[in-house]
């Protein structure tokens, strides 16, 4: 059975950076595309950063580039968003996934395994 786990959401006033981890168990972790995904309230869930399984190729929203970092451990089988720079906009709930595909434009349908999500909070 295959469990993506996230952690590292939390409240912080803008200008600043949290961190965003995603553990994955119960598949080959090196073989898939990992996503950060968000959703906002009354919005639809938006890609917001990927990262292809040897970690070479990235995607960033063009909200969010030049603040947020997709980097992967393999071996830890866990995926990092490192996130500075916060602004009010970025508060969501924040979604780790998995697919077996990749593509320069992400598309949610493509990402089978799902986490539960974290929430972050951007005060002004």
């Known amino acids: 059975q295959v469990q993506v786990v996230e952690s590292g959401g939390g409240l912080v006033q803008a200008g600043g950076s949290l961190r965003l981890s995603c553990t994955v168990s119960g598949l080959t972790f090196a073989d898939y595309t990992m996503g950060w995904f968000r959703q906002a309230p009354g919005k639809e869930r938006e890609a917001v950063s990927c990262i292809k399984w040897s970690g070479g190729i990235t995607y960033y929203a063009d909200s969010v580039k030049g603040r947020f970092t997709i980097t992967r451990d393999n071996a830890k089988n866990t995926v990092y968003m490192q996130m500075n720079s916060l602004k009010p906009e970025d508060t969501a709930m924040y979604y780790c996934?998995?697919?077996?595909?990749?593509?320069?434009?992400?598309?949610?349908?493509?990402?089978?395994?799902w986490g539960q999500g974290t929430q972050v909070t951007v005060s002004s």
């Open positions: 996934a998995a697919s077996s595909s990749w593509r320069y434009q992400p598309y949610t349908a493509d990402f089978r395994y």
